[in-house]
């Protein structure tokens, strides 16, 4: 059992189910065991903290009817909770592990990132450590003393962290997002010197030299006025480098994509680069003149890393940045297009296809697409290329094959091996080659003393000729060196070629090379080694060590070895380790996952393995949608996202294999609302089409498909095909006598006429919903409902809408679920704008549109901000109005979803639309109207805010000309 005190009280199962704990008397003597947390609490103290001045009759007697009661509440929700609470001199303890209170879980991340050197743990570990926060703490005992003391410990360690969190994103390279998301934070925390000395370095770093100063210069006033103080040392130092823009300011390089003038989704190089400068210099030189450039070679030379370097080098000359698509985990050539829009932020809420909304959104842009790894898709990518260059005439695409894509204007690189010096060689000439430059490089990294010298020369440049100055073939060469010579590497390496020449003639020379090397690296490692090697082989994408220790393991493999194993083949170069998030995850590059999966075939352990990793997916997909609807909400949404190559794997091996077609039924339908929340309504759709199809059977799981799939097409804007998905759902229901098939039916068709303009249509069937609902019980389908039926009720000016709209939002609060929760801020939100309160229905979309940042939810920062630009009308903004209005059809063009255009928010914009029109005129509306749709979506959401950003309208104005300020 779980407690949280860092928001409101709240206590879970082990399950993650929130557990009831009636009557606030009762929750105060809760509150002060946690507030007390493994030490005893005595009556007299926790009747006077619970009753204070207004004692009942016999206040011990009345305490123990509480104590009583707690502990009944626990009990009934897990066996064995009621022995949490004690009697235990001189009163009652509460025996929970630190590890099971939010606080103590907190205390415990807060520390290990103490712990950690690398900024990247730091940060993950920290922003954990933040996620445990729901609001203040104690928060529904904010006014009581008992709390206070705590309470006010606990917001000043979360400040801390806070601070710490920033501190690590700023060596990360973060600056850009900082000075956007430190505002408000310094706001309300002006005397915090950390906290500025943070901001300051953050606006510095972000070119912004003279807001630094200013922060500086308002702390010290504030500081002399309120206190009598002047900056603390540390905080006069940093203002006088700044002055000085000394040179040890200069931090990391924002990361990819944070920037605010242009975008660019490249991978931070972990190692250095070496060589191809004649191949950096003819890329470029193509790039200049030719729209598809594919850079061609074995597997192992290069082609990626070079492409990588030339995107980093060449796109600050893009308007949008440049973009890395990685097309290795991906199998099924139906999904590129899609795979290419997710990369680029596009949402797949569009009932178009996603070549064409592909093609459509990239017109105007002006940015270049790195495709990798195009060979095993090559005429999917090749359609793809074809398509969107003859449709966006500033777009250029970057590939990389082992063979062209064969389509018109497509002009070639070809990526040799690195230059191997010849024999015999003098140490000149071989610190002149570049082979032998990434061969020392890479052995360096792994034998710090290693050099290069007159004496090991000859066998260095020895081993690069043997490997053909092949890249990855020498990376993993290089790590042999830490047990054997040099010279012992080039003997197992003549020993090698000799097998493999005998065995393979008919094989190129330079495959015969890479092979070689890769099975040389496979000898090398233990035969737990080889099997872990060859079953890993069946993840796509990178797994995590859960998804190792469940899918590799078994007698010859215990668990238990899992993590010795996979460490000592990322020491091996084998496995590349990825810090992503808390949890690293694990990859074979493609060329050494192809050699597993052989490995796998000829042990004939692929088909059992693959049907492991199905079962994995299958479960951890179950498990998600259990608790998808709590307090790890976000972080079933980030996993998911991760795993999401694995699941379509997983997904896929299902439908194609016999036996196996309901269990992509029941997967497919439990990611319903994982599809939702990630917008990727579209391929969701599809998975559940194909999984119907395979399951024609009258059952209770085909019923609840087909009303995922019309909550899908619902949200996609669909009508009449979620309409007609919802009367399959309805008979199946009525022929099954299945109450949560008609419940679901009628609220999805409530919904979709709801958006096609049938109000009345839509509460009849909204409310039957609801009445049915609130008998089964089910809070998250008790939610939604709750959610559509309160936006028919505003559109309908049913007073209503509100109690709805509020009940929505106390059903997420109580469940943790932020995603939700702020989905019912908006819901709130659009009701009060409606009834004309606008004050209050700007703060609840705000409080709504933050969290969606957050989870890159475009669909709900377009909502957002659309109902932002109604809201500036109503108070007579209208600049500001218009400009909103723009800013949310750019964020409605990258969704893709016709929901934006439904008859239902055509009814609900125009009257706003029109007071703007009519007090701006024409032109001028039009012309603010496309300042706003200039700006991209991070932009757009921070003018929604009123945070700091660009001004909207610089794009627009003439070189030299001032543009006009944003407006409030």
Known sequence: ??????????????????????????????????????????????????????????????????????????????????????????????????????????????????????????????????????????????????????AARLEEQRLTTVEMHAEARLELGEHALLVGELGDLVAHHPLRERLRAIQMRALYRAGQQNEALASYGELRERLAEELGLDPGPELVALHQAILEQSPALNGPASP???????????????????????????????????????????????????????????????RHGAWLVDLAPLQDEDLVAATVAATLGLGGQTTSSPLAHLSDYLADKHLLIVLDNCEHLIDACANLAATLLAGA?????????????????????????????????????????????????????????????????DAVAGVCRRLDGIPLAMELAAVQVRALSMEGVRARLDHRFDLLAKGRRAVLPRHQTLRAAVEWSYEMCSAAEKTLWARMSVFAGGCDLEAVEDVCTDG??????????????????????????????????????????????????????????????????????????????????????????NIRTALEHSLSTPGLERGALEASTALRNVWILTGALREGSRWLRRALE???????????????????????????????????????????????????????AGAAWMYAGDLPEALRLLQQALTEQRRLGDPLSLGITLRHLSMAAAAADDPRAADYAQEYLDICRSRGAETSTSWAQWVVGLGLIQRGD??????????????????????????????????????GETERAARLFGAA????????????????????????????????????????????????????????????????????????????????
């Open 556 to 645: 010859a493999l215990p668990p238990e070895s899992m993590y010795a194993l996979v460490a000592d083949l990322v020491d091996k170069s084998v496995i590349f380790r990825q810090e992503n998030g808390a949890q690293p995850r694990y990859r074979l590059l493609e060329t050494i996952r192809e050699f597993g999966e052989e490995r796998l075939a000829s042990s004939g352990e692929l088909a059992q393995m693959r049907a492991r990793h199905c079962d994995y997916y299958r479960r951890l997909i179950l498990r998600a949608s259990s608790e998808l609807f709590g307090p790890h909400q976000i972080d079933w949404l980030i996993r998911l996202r991760r795993e999401q190559p």
């Open 256 to 318: 990819p994509g944070t920037g605010t003038t242009g975008l660019q989704r490249l991978p931070a190089e972990v190692t250095s680069f070496v060589g191809r400068g004649h191949e950096i210099t003819m890329g470029r030189t193509l790039l200049s003149r030719a729209r598809l450039v594919t850079l061609t070679g074995v597997g192992g030379v290069g082609k990626t890393r070079l492409a990588l370097r030339l995107a980093a080098e060449t796109a600050p000359g893009f």
């Open 1 to 150: 059992m779980r407690f949280g005190v860092l928001g409101p009280v709240q206590v879970w199962t082990a399950g993650g189910e929130p557990v009831a704990v009636p009557e606030t008397k009762v929750r105060a003597v809760l509150a002060d065991l946690l507030v007390h947390q493994g030490r005893p609490v005595s009556a007299d103290r926790l009747i006077d903290d619970v009753w204070g001045d207004d004692l009942p009759a016999n206040p011990m007697s009345a305490l123990q009817l509480k104590v009583s009661r707690l502990r009944h509440a626990l009990e009934a929700a897990e066996p064995g909770g009621g022995e949490l609470v004690s009697s235990r001199p001189p009163g009652y303890l509460l025996s929970a592990e630190a590890e099971a209170v939010d606080a103590g879980r907190f205390a415990i991340l807060t520390s290990r990132a103490l712990e950690s050197a690398d900024p990247q743990v730091r940060a993950g570990l920290l922003a954990e450590a933040l996620a445990l926060w729901r609001g203040p703490a104690f928060a529904d005992f904010a006014g009581d003393d008992f709390v206070r003391s705590a």
């Open 838 to 875: 606008a004050e209050r229905g700007v703060a609840r979309i705000r409080e709504s549109l933050r969290p969606q940042t957050r989870t890159e939810d475009l669909a709900g920062e377009a909502f957002c901000v659309e109902v932002l630009a109604w809201a500036a009308a109503l108070t």
């Open 694 to 748: 395979l399951n024609p059977e009258a059952t209770h799981t085909r019923a609840a498909a087909f009303n995922a799939r019309a909550y899908l097409l619902v949200l996609l804007g669909d009508i009449d095909a979620a309409l007609e998905a919802t009367r399959e759902s309805r008979a199946l229901g009525d022929r099954l006598d299945d109450p949560r098939a008609r419940a679901w039916a009628d609220m999805c």
């Open 393 to 457: 005439p500033d777009l250029r695409i970057l590939a990389t094959s082992r063979q062209p894509l064969g389509i018109e204007g497509e002009s070639i690189l070809p990526v040799p091996p690195l230059e191997v010096p010849p024999a015999p060689v003098s140490l000149p000439a071989a610190l002149a080659s570049e082979a032998v430059q990434l061969f020392v490089d890479r052995v360096a990294a792994v034998c710090p003393d290693f050099t290069l010298t007159a004496a090991n020369s």
């Open 889 to 968: 059809h750019a964020i409605w063009r990258k969704v893709g979803s016709s929901l934006g255009e439904s008859l239902y928010f055509q009814r609900l914009r125009a009257p706003y639309e029109r007071r703007v029109r009519d007090a701006l005129g024409d032109e001028a509306y039009t012309s603010l109207f496309n300042d706003g749709d200039k700006l991209d979506v991070d932009d757009g959401v921070r003018y929604a805010l009123r945070e700091p950003a660009p001004d909207p309208c610089a794009a627009a104005a003439p070189a030299g000309d001032a543009a006009p300020p944003p407006g409030p």
